[in-house]
């Protein structure tokens, strides 16, 4: 994938990730394209994490009934969904890729090479962006 769209996915208060990873299909546990490479963290009260994991858990039924588009209907959508729990548009899935883009935090250094490297000898671009971890979450305030 071109880094500065990439792959997102969200965590649950446990640390679980999914992602809308094709058509049909909700990935748990793993991403779709390897192992995140960047994060963005957003804190949430204790109190509030049930909630939190209810709006997954409605995003991922939603989306694990869908299509995938890369344009329309992708990844971007179903962690948009799960933060801000309705339909969003272009302009507000690029804010989540231009966000991960320019402020995304690096696992460690070794991310910063495999993401712009031919790391799996047929020269893809790879960036998973796992939107939270260790409870983690990308604030819709922000968008």
Request: proline share 3%.
């Given at each position: 994938?071109?880094?500065?769209?990439?792959?997102?996915?969200?965590?649950?208060?446990t640390?679980t990730?999914f992602?809308?990873?094709?058509?049909?299909?909700?990935?748990?546990?793993?991403?779709?394209?390897?192992a995140?490479?960047?994060?963005?963290?957003?804190?949430?009260?204790?109190?509030?994490e049930?909630?939190?994991?209810?709006?997954?858990?409605?995003?991922?039924?939603?989306?694990?009934s869908?299509?995938?588009?890369?344009?329309?209907?992708?990844?971007?959508?179903?962690?948009?969904?799960?933060?801000?729990?309705?339909?969003?548009?272009?302009?507000?899935?690029?804010?989540?890729?231009?966000?991960?883009?320019?402020?995304?935090?690096?696992?460690?250094?070794?991310?910063?090479?495999?993401?712009?490297?031919?790391?799996?000898?047929?020269?893809?671009?790879?960036?998973?962006?796992?939107?939270?971890?260790?409870?983690?979450?990308?604030?819709?305030?922000?968008l």
């Amino acid at each position: 994938m071109l880094p500065i769209i990439g792959h997102v996915g969200i965590t649950d208060s446990t640390g679980t990730v999914f992602d809308f990873a094709g058509p049909f299909h909700i990935g748990r546990g793993n991403l779709a394209f390897g192992a995140p490479t960047r994060y963005l963290q957003y804190h949430i009260e204790k109190k509030k994490e049930t909630e939190w994991d209810s709006n997954i858990e409605i995003s991922n039924q939603i989306f694990g009934s869908r299509m995938h588009n890369l344009i329309t209907c992708n990844c971007h959508h179903h962690v948009l969904y799960a933060i801000i729990g309705k339909e969003l548009g272009f302009i507000d899935v690029m804010k989540i890729a231009l966000k991960m883009f320019f402020f995304g935090t690096f696992i460690d250094k070794l991310s910063v090479i495999l993401l712009h490297s031919c790391f799996d000898g047929k020269c893809k671009v790879k960036e998973i962006s796992d939107l939270s971890n260790d409870c983690g979450r990308f604030s819709p305030a922000n968008l």
